[in-house]
């Protein structure tokens, strides 16, 4: 859970929603086929969550990681990208627009999107 204080109170917002608002961002961008689980923790969750709710799976909070550091978030995303698209190029896209994303919802600065390429597919996005 991040907080933080404005003029008229504290703000409380979940994990779990900077973590869709992310991974949605992220997969929006040209190139990205998936989120990646970042950890053993995550797969096992994803299995167990796709396994009793196969008919409404959404993958779009796995391979997202949010941490506060001094007042900022620090953002690291596991993806994997299309076969053949240039990986750099891809993200400082996703940087760019995950940084816009959370800039312009909530307000909060970003001092950092760190882009994980875990994987490589031969489907096109």
Do not use: W
Not at 13 to 35: D, E, P, W
Not at 77 to 99: E, F, T, W
């Amino acid at each position: 859970m991040i907080k933080y204080e404005n003029p008229n109170g504290y703000i409380e917002i979940t994990n779990n929603y900077f973590a869709k608002l992310v991974g949605n961002a992220a997969q929006s961008c040209f190139g990205v086929t998936r989120m990646v689980s970042a950890n053993t923790v995550q797969t096992i969750k994803t299995a167990i969550k796709n396994r009793t709710q196969k008919a409404d799976f959404d993958n779009s909070n796995q391979g997202v990681t949010i941490k506060s550091v001094n007042g900022a978030l620090v953002v690291d995303l596991s993806i994997a990208v299309s076969y053949g698209v240039n990986i750099s190029a891809i993200a400082d896209s996703i940087v760019n627009k995950v940084r816009y994303t959370i800039e312009s919802t909530t307000d909060l600065k970003v001092s950092e999107v760190n882009v994980h390429i875990e994987g490589i597919d031969n489907s096109i996005n």
